[in-house]
C-alpha cells in the first residue's frame, strides 16, 4: 500500500492532534468500503468499475477498497492553484 505524504505548507496550524488524523482516516475509508458514494454519472460508474471498484449500477453507488482510495491518492498533484473566475457584472458595462 503506497503512503500517503502530507501536503507541506509554509503556514502550519495542527488543528488535530495526530490520533484524531488516523481516526478520520480510517472512519474515511471504512465508509467508502462499506457504504459506498452515489454517483449518479454513467461515465464515472464505468471509469470507477473498469478501475477496481464495486459499482452498482441500479443503485448508482460506488464502493471503494481503501487500496483503490490509497493507490489514487499517491498519484494526486500534492500542489495545485486555484483560480477564481468571475463574468463581469452588468453593472461593469
Known amino acids: 500500500m503506497p503512503r500517503i505524504e502530507p501536503i507541506r505548507s509554509r503556514y502550519h496550524l495542527d488543528a488535530l492532534e495526530g490520533q484524531q488524523v488516523q481516526a478520520i482516516r480510517e472512519a474515511t475509508l471504512h465508509v467508502l468500503e462499506h457504504t459506498g458514494v ?30 483503490l482510495v490509497l493507490e489514487a491518492l499517491a498519484h494526486a498533484p500534492r500542489v495545485y492553484t486555484c483560480l477564481l473566475y468571475t463574468s463581469p457584472s452588468p453593472r461593469d458595462s
Do not use: W
Not at 40 to 67: F, K, M, N, T, Y
Open 38 to 67: 452515489h454517483m449518479p454519472s454513467e461515465r464515472a460508474l464505468r471509469i470507477l468499475a473498469d478501475a477496481g471498484a464495486d459499482v452498482d449500477r441500479e443503485r448508482q453507488v460506488v464502493r471503494l477498497r481503501p487500496d
